[in-house]
């Protein structure tokens, strides 16, 4: 009698890799004999179906982790590139003079240029953080057990928890790459909000007319303090793969670099005009120190 059980017991075990593996022989494009043999020798030998059918999927699961730590930037290195460009802002702002206003400044655009730093700074530590998440996160894969928790406590159970789970997974990763694309679209719009900026006290650093050196020598500082900063999101950006951002923040080098040129071109059109007859800078000072009346020739009384 116990040995009938064990029999009805095993068979019906049997039965559901079977029919599993009848069904996946048959999707796979094989006859229906050659599935029906199959499908029974898996029947028969189920414990070591389902032993290769659990190292089956640890294997794939396995495979789809590493592809996601594989694709994932190194977190040492995004650390690095968001110091380096947050540092470069910070720089460019004691440079601005943002820190301490000057006597006889003005408030609003001192406030104006402080804010547009300070936005700078947070947007490139929200993108890197975000892009960070997002790189570690697969919209594909299975939900962790504190997604699915609410919707255990709802009164879900198996399939049905389970599915709820990717749900939750899935929206949840949608709601990151969303805030991910607004914080692109944010740094990208503070780097030219900081550009404006820059440009704005250039060209009040760098006035036509008479210049003094140490003037016009910050005022090109304040252009490579720039380039620098851009720079480092650029390398920030290409660290995620994300080209969207590189060529938006390389846009704003390339405009710098063009303004760059066409003042150098001015600058020498302008060196060049002094040159050939214009005014100089400096008042020509006469020197009347030594100058005597004209003493008269013999040369010059005769007829």
């Not at 240029?113 to 790189?135: D, I, K």
């Not at 899935?170 to 820059?198: I, P, T």
């Not at 000072?285 to 040369?299: C, D, K, Q, S």
Request: aromatic share 4%; charged share 25%.
């Amino acid at each position: 009698m116990l040995l009938s059980e064990l029999f009805i017991i095993y068979f019906a075990a049997a039965a559901p890799f079977g029919v599993s593996r009848f069904l996946s022989e048959r999707s796979g494009g094989a006859r229906t004999r050659p599935a029906l043999r199959v499908a029974a020798l898996a029947a028969l030998a189920w414990p070591v179906t389902s032993i290769n059918s659990l190292l089956r999927r640890a294997a794939s699961r396995v495979e789809a982790t590493d592809e996601v730590e594989n694709s994932a930037p190194d977190s040492r290195a995004v650390e690095r590139a968001t110091r380096a460009a947050v540092n470069a802002l910070r720089a460019l702002e004691d440079l601005l003079g943002c820190e301490v206003p000057p006597v006889g400044a003005d408030e609003s655009s001192i406030t104006e240029a402080r804010h547009a730093l300070f936005n700078a700074r947070g947007s490139v530590e929200r993108y890197s953080g975000l892009a960070l998440a997002c790189a570690a996160t697969d919209a594909g894969a299975g939900p962790t057990p504190r997604e699915m928790e609410l919707c255990r406590i709802a009164g879900r159970a198996g399939d049905d928890l389970l599915v709820a789970g990717r749900c939750v997974h899935r929206r949840n990763a949608a709601r990151l790459f969303a805030h991910r694309e607004r914080a692109r679209a944010e740094l990208v719009r503070a780097l030219a909000d900081v550009r404006g900026v820059v440009n704005h006290k250039y060209a009040a650093r760098h006035a036509s007319g008479c210049t003094s050196r140490p003037r016009v020598e910050g005022a090109a500082l304040l252009r490579t303090t720039l380039g620098d900063a851009l720079t480092c999101v650029v390398t920030l950006a290409s660290l995620f793969e994300d080209d969207a951002t590189a060529d938006a923040v390389n846009s704003l080098l390339d405009e710098g670099r063009r303004e760059v040129r066409q003042e150098s071109r001015a600058d020498s059109a302008a060196r060049g005009g002094s040159r050939e007859g214009g005014e100089s800078c400096m008042t020509p000072a006469v020197p009347t120190a030594f100058v005597t009346p004209n003493l008269g020739t013999t040369t010059s009384r005769g007829g």
